[in-house]
């Protein structure tokens, strides 16, 4: 029986990929394993006065291609396996966007609707303090991800930087914001960093249709997942001519058969409402008469990925794309903008049926992309203009695409596949370049 263990399922890809390109053994084994696992224990004092302990997480998957990158996640479902296969696959994705970065992940097990943001904060302090001698601008860069975000990136440079002012180092302070990537604009953070993902799935669907001879006019989009993903995928694919017309978060979800009319506006409700729910907008009046007028109805966040559209785009969390509801989605393709939303009977099931799935290591490494700019600017004491980080963004994306479909035509072989052999053997050549030079 084929698990839906996140991590076992990471090792499957990397040993079904690793056929394909003559991995030499040492090396699979190396990235069969990541190179560190950390835990550690988090005591806090609640607002209440009640005292609660929680877990962190950081894995280091592999740092071949450079210091380990990848998010922090504040999930309830937060655990060891989970962060393990987030790691692998950020090893992957770096090295199919090609940024000079091996991949790591991390993560509190933690509801955050159920902490004020004083917890938050001091529970994010202590973690940076238990990971600061593993992480720095040329060890393990962290950034968001789920239910993170660039206030509390913001606290962990500031908590780094103390700690480092206690060790007496010598790190210029541009170098000490490099510590972690999508921070706010006042503390070294990127333009662009907040759209980056979004607009990076963006530009890989063009690239893609481009290369299949489809036009984005009038095809049906439906986006699972409303944060910082999802909204802007659905903003930015609206703005490049698809017709967005379903959108759901954890609660529920609108579906306007004959398009959403704009998608900022809908933004704007989530954010006041803090649900998507009702979200039937007209200009800035969002309300059930605009439910009646547009002919909209809601659905479940599950629903969404089974509506009759061109495009599903999953942009909340791994395992929805299942057996059970493989054979009845209806879109001919699937861009994963969540990391590991398909699980491995279920994308047996779509490449039977012949249904194009755009993979998450290259869909959403529009993120990491511009994390890596930020990472550069702060390094090179630089400041890009949006329009410019933008410009680069698009140029990786289409030669990331490029190189996928290469493989993909060489070896008769999904683009999930492609992906995978291509990033194998990156990274293979990396190693065996560091070992010329005698590192290894
Ligand atoms: P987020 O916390 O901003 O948003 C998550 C969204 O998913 C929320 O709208 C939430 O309501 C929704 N959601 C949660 N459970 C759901 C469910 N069962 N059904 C439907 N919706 C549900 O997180 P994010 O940063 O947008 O990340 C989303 C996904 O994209 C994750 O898989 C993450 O690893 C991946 N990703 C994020 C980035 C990034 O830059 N933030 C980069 C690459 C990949």
Redesign the pocket.
Known sequence: MISNNAWERAQEQLRSAARYTNLDHLMLAKLTNPDRVIEVYLPIKLDSGEVKVFTGFRVQHNNIRGPYKG?L?YHQDVDMDEVKA?AFWMTMKNAVIDVPFGGGKGGIALDPKKLTENELENLTRQFTRKLADFIGPRKDVP?????TNPKIMGWIVDEYEKNLKTQKSNLKSDEILAVVT?KPLNRGGSEGRTE??GLGGTYTLLAVFKKLRKKPQDLTVAV???????RYVAYFLQKNGFKVVAA????SGIYIPNGIPDIDHVQKCKEVKGLLAGCYCVGSVCDLDNKKRLGGRDIS??EVLELPVDVVVP????N?ITKKNARKIKAKTILE?????TTLEADEILRKRNIIVIP?ILA?SG??AVSYFEWYQNLHNQRWAKEEVFHKLRAKIESAVEAVFAASDKHKVTLREASYILALERIQKAWKEGDKNGKS
């Open positions: 998010g996640r987030l950034a968001p991800d789920v239910n999508g980056a993902t699972q997942g409303f944060g910082n993903v999802g759901s978060d954890s609660k966040s599950d942009a909340a969390l791994e929805v903008m969540a990391n590991g939303p998450d959403n993120g990491v």
